[in-house]
């Protein structure tokens, strides 16, 4: 998932960037001011007006200094850091990046080793998110905010036609099948688009015992197969759903089941009112339960004007106070077990969803080549629901990976 599909720009924040300067190298204020902290995230408008309000101006206060934060998307950031490295000025002290887009991060020698900072991660850290931050036994990323999707399902029209949430691959592609009979169309919707990301096709693979960087192995085989007797049952809305698309799918009932990120639940749910719309943390595949690890991890640029400053941002950010203020305010789950006394009522079920979901979750894949593993895991999926043979398919993008994996090593 990626979160970049989670974002929108918030309206005039290109023209902030340019007037601070922060991403042009225009800007009048001294690029190594130790009293400004230059900050990027990629957030929505609502998200960040929490930030801009409720979470930045405490830690101003308390370290007599600035923060400029702005937004930039996940996919721009790799970009705008070579570009900096190339100039020989790196003005962004602090990236908020997507938990599975950190490789290339990392691997092109953009982001300090935090390894001496390892011990600050707070003890009641949940889930695997450290993990996701950590390469070749080096810390490069510390948590933030952990994510992992969650199945929303319209309880009235589960109830309607007598139907239970699936807890299994047969069980969903039972509710598939007599949703499509009942409604003419098919309303489960996956979020599977065969382009970017991989997350629910990880998500199959693994559940069946597979590993995504094999993909000719058995549980990838038995995956696959699974998904194309499924395709033909699913929503068509399924290669169209994003973060928001989805949203609006479930909110306007033209599905009745899809996964999601957890913070869908304050857009139809508390802002929309449909109280209807239910959750849960998902069904299991032949081996368990098994859920991608999302969500963003903090890093700092290498060459960073403010290596210090920055790391007491991220204890800042990672802190009790803190989190309680996001996940209360913004929705976001938290990856501090104690946080979330804090929760709303009407929020319970669907963060006690959200725990279960991250208690399964595992971050894709740390390794060079993984833009083109997932290149080929797409191209694969593509030919394999239009009815190509499973086995022989698999074998082909198998070697693919291979291939890459290869050429990674050999560098």
């Given amino acids: ?54 979470v930045i101006p405490e830690f101003e206060k308390a370290n007599n200094v ?14 705008k850091l070579q570009a900096m490295q190339g100039s020989g000025k790196v003005e962004i002290d602090l990236i908020a ?15 300090e080793d935090l390894s001496e900072y390892v011990d600050l991660i707070p003890a009641e850290s949940i889930g695997n998110l450290a993990e996701a931050g950590q390469f070749d036994g080096r810390t490069y990323f510390m948590p933030y905010r952990p994510n992992a ?35 003419g169309i098919g309303r489960v919707a996956l979020k599977i688009k ?25 549980g990838s085989i038995e995956a696959f197969t699974y998904l194309q007797k499924l395709w033909p049952e699913l929503s068509e809305n399924t290669i169209k759903a994003s973060f928001s698309s989805t949203n609006g799918f479930l909110a306007k009932d033209e599905v009745y089941y899809a996964p999601n990120w957890p913070f ?37 640029p290498a060459g960073s004007p403010n290596k210090e400053l920055a790391v007491k941002f991220i204890q800042y950010l990672e802190s009790k106070e803190v989190q309680e203020t996001l996940m209360r305010e913004n929705g976001w789950a938290s990856f501090r077990s104690d946080a979330y006394g804090e929760a709303e009522e009407w929020q319970k079920p669907y963060f006690e969803a959200t725990l279960e979901a991250l208690a399964a979750a595992q971050p894709l894949p740390n390794v060079p080549y993984w833009s083109e593993a997932q290149q ?6 593509k030919e394999i629901v239009e009815g190509k043979d499973v086995k022989t398919t698999l074998d082909k993008y198998a070697a693919q990976i291979a291939e890459a994996k290869a050429k990674s090593e050999a560098k």
Wanted: charged share 25%; proline share 2%.
């Fill in 194 to 218: 065969m382009s970017g990301d991989v997350i629910e096709l990880a998500e199959f693979i693994r559940s069946a015992g597979g590993d995504p960087l094999v993909l000719n192995d058995e």
């Fill in 376 to 381: 080929a895991i797409n191209d694969a999926a």
């Fill in 97 to 111: 990046q997507d938990a599975n887009n950190l490789s290339s991060l990392v691997y092109n020698g953009l982001v």
């Fill in 264 to 300: 869908g639940a304050n857009i139809i749910v508390k802002d929309g009112g449909k109280k209807e719309i239910k959750a849960y943390a998902g069904f299991e595949g032949p081996k368990g339960l098994v859920k991608t690890l999302g969500g963003e991890m903090l890093g700092i």
């Fill in 1 to 54: 998932m990626k979160k970049s599909s989670m974002k929108l720009a918030a309206a005039g924040l290109a023209v902030s960037m340019l007037a601070a300067g922060l991403l042009t190298g225009c800007g009048s204020k001294a690029k190594n001011d130790p009293s400004t902290l230059r900050v990027t995230m990629a957030l929505s408008e609502e998200e960040w007006a929490v930030m801009r309000k409720s």
């Fill in 149 to 183: 999707e969650i199945n929303y399902y319209n309880e009235n029209k589960f109830n309607e036609y007598g139907l239970k949430v699936p807890a299994n691959w047969d069980e969903l592609y039972e509710t598939a099948k007599v949703l499509k009979e009942k409604e």
């Fill in 66 to 79: 600035k923060v400029e934060a702005v937004q930039v998307e996940a996919s721009d950031v790799v970009k």
